[in-house]
């Protein structure tokens, strides 16, 4: 039997056009300066800012409001090498045999290979974890709906929150990365989804001179 919706007074601002205007411009102006970072220093970051920036990801919305994700944060150095290690090992094999040379090409550009130094160098690392189906209380498996779609918005809003409060990130996306959810003791309904290696840019920290497209390349009017 489905369970009646109850609903509840939305608490909404209302801006005036020149706040408005005046907030998006600033976010504007910041988030266009997120980029991402290889290069960390091991500077300590205040757990806080990242306790914060995955409650802002955990407000994001998602199919019938099921929540599917879950945010591990690692700081430990000897659990941090291991996960860099078996990183390297899946990168490396990716690399020298599974990837094309088409996807090779692309990514030349960046100047990334399988070395991943920044799982260690970075003061935290998040894993995503996208829960494939949830698990009642007696053991059965719930359905979950758009859980892809869902990870992927609450994802885009930890790396907004997390460059706001003035912290560098990386998504890195070994393949394949069941070796997370392995030495992160996760259930068998959790998959990785992306790994965030969090802090300060080191000192000498470079990225690639890359560009985004155009507005007019990518807004569609009509």
Known sequence: MSQEPIFEALEFERLDEAEQLRRSREFLRRITRRRSVRDFSS???ALELIENAIRVAGSAPSGANQQPWTFAVVSDPALKKRMRLAAEAEEKDSYERRMSQEWLDA???LGTDWRKPHIEDAPYVIVVFRQAY???ADGRRIKHYYSEESVGIAVGLL????HWSGLATLTHTPSPMKFLARLLGRPANERAFVLIPVGYPADDAQVPAISKKRLDEILLRR
């Open 43 to 45: 500077q300590p970051v």
């Open 107 to 109: 990514l030349a550009p």
């Open 134 to 136: 949830g698990i009642a």
């Open 159 to 162: 790396l907004a929150a997390l």
